[in-house]
């Protein structure tokens, strides 16, 4: 049953896409940093055709988004252990598996299942996974102690050997190629990750592909529990949408269609989905150092 508008738990405000604002300074910090991000992935891609990077499927992404290194990625200090340690995970638009891993290593996931359109960037991903099991059996990473995750202001208490201690990461993390808003997909999931990949669902197949693609997770994600049914989703701002929007006529012709903007995704999946709350975790999030990615992450609880 869709829950009722405003069910938003406490200490909350509804979701406000500022980038439709015209004289919003943070917008205008996006969109300058797309266009870097557009002008990087040039330069470090071979020629290809424009189709290559129809769907987000940027080669170099985590080495463009996280300089200092996959480690340092921000979002990590936001996530929490009870919604990773020996959940069933699915991870939808993992691009090269970079975020994915270090998620299974610093929260011992029971398994996570990561999705993306391109068999290309899954095959990368797949050696992305093997050098890390490799360098963990060397012992030169620690990522595997989920405390590790935990930002300073967190208290976090020691937890029993789990799932990735005693399962190797090779047999807990798996990629597989797949579209997810066209495929048939029975398996049900604790949590489900959505990382910067709506912009690229909604250009390419529109209102009502959206629709479907949140309707879709909603489906795959287990009945609620104490603490299943978990959706983290990270949107990207609507005047991103501009920059992206050239990158195939299909996406061209879908942007000037588009009538459902960012700001509205969260009354969708409260009021028409059925999610029954949303938490908005980063929104005292002012690093100046990673404001070019400073996307809301919301979680949104079944």
Known sequence: MAAKEG??????????DSSESENDSD?????????EEEKNQKKNESPSPLSRRQYGNFRGYYEHRNEEGPEEDPRLELLRKEWFEDKECLDIGCNDGTLTISIAKMFRCRSILAIDIDP????QANLNLRDSYLLMQMGGSSENNSDAAASPEKEVTPSEPSSLEKRNLLEVVTFKQENFVESQHPELYDTVTCFSVTQWIHLNFGDQGL???FNKIWEVLRPVSILGGVLLLEPQAWRSYSLKHDLSP???KNYNEIEIRPKDFQKILLNKIGF????HIN???VD????????????FKK
Do not use: C, M, Y
Request: proline share 4%; charged share 30%.
């Open 7 to 16: 069910d938003i738990g406490l200490h909350q405000v509804p979701f406000q």
């Open 276 to 279: 029954r709350t949303v938490e």
């Open 250 to 252: 299909v996406a061209k």
């Open 288 to 299: 100046a150092k990673h404001r070019r990615f400073n996307r809301p992450v919301l979680v």
């Open 27 to 35: 917008a205008d910090i996006e969109i300058e940093s797309e266009k």
């Open 211 to 213: 629709i479907t693609f």
């Open 283 to 285: 929104s005292g999030w």
């Open 120 to 123: 290309e960037l899954v095959e």
